[in-house]
């Protein structure tokens, strides 16, 4: 039978044992670790003697090892436990303050439940009234290629019209041919090709989502804002459709008391255009810093679709008509609650926020 240096197991364990529990500090511990369990310890150059047994004595012998390493490994990690108490408490006490003789009232505090925020909120109720209205709510990708976000809107490369977006680009493909959606129009596209290769025109539809520019912050502009966007595809559709669509909007969801109107644009992808205004529900049209004292407030464009738009998605513009329109869901935030500084949307302030639970 070969002889298997057990004897020592004993006297190994104890000692290792004995050290883990004279460590009065962490980094005691951590230095014990290495002569209890690291690679040069007693235990494993036992374990390593154990391919010199024979078969049969080799499983027995393994399992009192086991055993013995179990109980060292139990031993140092309650320690550790005990050790990492020690400092928090000890930390603590550093950072206790001594009041003396002054009486502190005891403030229970409770934790508030979490709501979406007014934007989210304002999306929401943005949904409902168009969805009373007959359209169904659909939704697209924030990064965008070249070609969704652009040409097949109707703005080929070195157009004039890209000057209107300040554009993120993503590092990804090619240079400048990724982007970060700069308007919720490129769903629009989505949306009419689907249509298109199920054969399921017409399209009534509004698209909410995130965008982003590179805008300066100010009263009325954020660089990422959230946009809705609408587009109509069918037989017959005129202009006055449109303008059907923004007044039964406009006062369904500001009120009767707030007007719309129309005013003449440009937009690429739309011909005839038209920019969408509301009466400034701060100053009630009297003229204010947030309306730059105009009376209106602009909460986005629409037009009728341009041919040019049907055609790169392959429907027949001669069968086929349509409009768009997209403005913010920030901005109607801030003139249905009358919010003079757009900025206090992302301020994070929470008795700002509070405000809207």
């Known amino acids: 039978m ?48 154990l391919g010199a047994l024979a078969p049969q004595e080799r499983a027995g012998a393994g399992a009192t090892l086991q055993d013995a390493r179990r109980r060292v490994e139990e031993a140092y990690e309650a320690r550790r436990v005990e050790l990492e108490a020690r400092e928090r408490q000890r930390a603590l006490e550093l950072d206790r303050l001594d009041l003396g003789d002054v009486v502190v009232e005891r403030v229970t505090w409770s934790p508030s439940v979490g709501h979406p925020s007014l934007v989210a909120t304002t999306q929401r109720e943005l949904e409902d009234v168009f969805v009373a209205m007959g359209f169904r709510v659909a939704d697209g990708p924030e990064v965008e290629s070249d070609w969704y976000n652009f040409e097949a809107l109707n703005i080929p490369p070195a157009h004039p019209a890209r000057g209107m977006w300040d554009t993120f680009y993503v590092e990804l493909g090619d240079p400048e041919t990724v982007v970060l959606r700069t308007h919720t129009s490129p769903t629009q596209i989505h949306l009419m090709e689907h249509a298109v290769a199920t054969n399921t025109l017409p399209v009534h539809s509004v698209m909410p989502g995130r965008c982003y520019r590179r805008d300066t912050p100010d009263a009325r502009h954020l660089a990422a804002f959230h946009q809705v966007e609408g587009l109509v595809v069918d037989r017959g ?17 500001f009120g009767p008391d707030i007007e719309s109107r129309l005013r003449p644009a440009y937009f690429p992808f739309t011909e005839p255009s ?25 909460l986005g464009g629409c037009g009728m679709l341009d041919p040019a738009v049907l055609e790169a998605v392959h429907i027949d513009p001669d069968e086929w008509s349509g409009f768009a329109f997209g403005f913010g869901i920030d901005r109607c935030a801030q003139m249905r609650h009358q919010i003079a500084d757009m900025r206090a949307l992302i301020d994070n302030d929470v008795r700002f926020m509070e405000q809207f639970s």
């Open 2 to 49: 070969t002889t298997f240096p057990l004897a020592n197991l004993a006297e190994e364990t104890a000692a290792a044992l004995t050290r883990i529990g004279a460590a009065n500090e962490l980094a005691d511990l951590l230095e014990a670790h290495a002569h209890v369990l690291g690679r040069r310890s007693a235990l494993v150059a036992l374990q390593k003697s």
């Open 237 to 253: 559709i005129s202009f006055a459709d449109l303008a059907g669509v923004i007044e039964t909007f406009t006062r369904a969801y």
């Open 274 to 298: 038209a920019e969408f205004e509301i009466t400034c529900t701060i100053c009630r049209g009297e003229g204010c810093r947030t309306c730059s004292h105009t009376g209106w407030i602009e």
